[in-house]
């Protein structure tokens, strides 16, 4: 159980490293190359503003929502508005999407997003997932990429206990998280950069089944969607980070975020992206995982899974 100094401290830092992200310059290729991994068609990426794919994803739950025009959807921790402008162009203009975000730099980047690309059946709302001002049963589907894993342990239940509070009796959840395989070790639970990075956060198949039936959800499916994970270690040019900027390591789980650089061309060419030594600008997330994560094998700990649930009558 996390003490509520616990949990306000894992809210700051992940307010702290999203708002880096979302005031860091845009890496497109890099949000291409994620997104792509995890089921995104190049066609989807061209439709929608290239600031809204911050290379965050974890899946793609519109694969699973089968939405369809008219609904009104409710994206949990929508960022810049990525899943949320591909699910505008689905419900089309009698439809309505709702992100909701409690990052307010993401919020401004969503907006403008927005705005920029006249997406006009888009809103976005600030809030924490666990407690959302919208009207209970008004929502046809909720989507979430890669976020619930954020929430601190003991608040995840409620998360799930809004979702289904927000749902029309008939309307399902479509979700991509990640997953724990086994246990971390202790050193990479406390890890700030692998819990923003949403894996010393992520919980366990069990725990996600748990908590949906405790909430009331029927139909429940959480499937491993069997993706690499890491495919986040890419520079933006695709390389590997770990080929280019670190030697071999004998023990994945000692010196997790600790530098590992030597002083090639090559390496000090990737340090200016923030893999070796200081980078000018501070990249958020997507640089917190290039650093952190080049030697850990992610799939050996987590997965990528798919999740779906009704809300029965």
Known sequence: MSSARDQTAIYQNVKD???????????????????QAFGYSAEELASIPADSNLGLSCGNPLALANLQPGETVVDLGSGAGFDCFLAARKVGETGRVIGVDMNDDMLDKARRNATKAHIEN??????????INLSSGTVDTVISNC???????DEKGG?????YRLLKVGGRLAISDILLKKDLPEQMKNDVALYVGC???????????????QAGFKDVMVVDAETDLNVYTQTEDGENVGSVCCGPVEDKTKDVGSACCKSSETEKKVSATGCCGSSKVDGGVVQDVKTSFRNVDLNEW???YKIFAVKSG
């Not at 005031?23 to 994620?34: D, M």
């Not at 998360?159 to 979702?163: A, L, P």
């Not at 894996?199 to 039936?213: D, F, N, P, Q, V």
């Open 17 to 35: 490293r999203y708002t880096a992200t979302a005031l860091a310059p845009s890496q497109p290729a890099y949000g291409n190359a994620v997104a």
């Open 122 to 131: 888009v809103s976005f709302l600030h809030s924490r997932i666990t407690d």
């Open 147 to 153: 976020v619930i894993n954020l929430v601190p342990h």
């Open 159 to 163: 998360v799930f206990r809004e979702m």
């Open 199 to 213: 894996i010393a956060g992520a919980s366990k198949k069990e725990e996600y089944e748990t908590w949906l039936g």
């Open 302 to 304: 987590a997965a990528s």
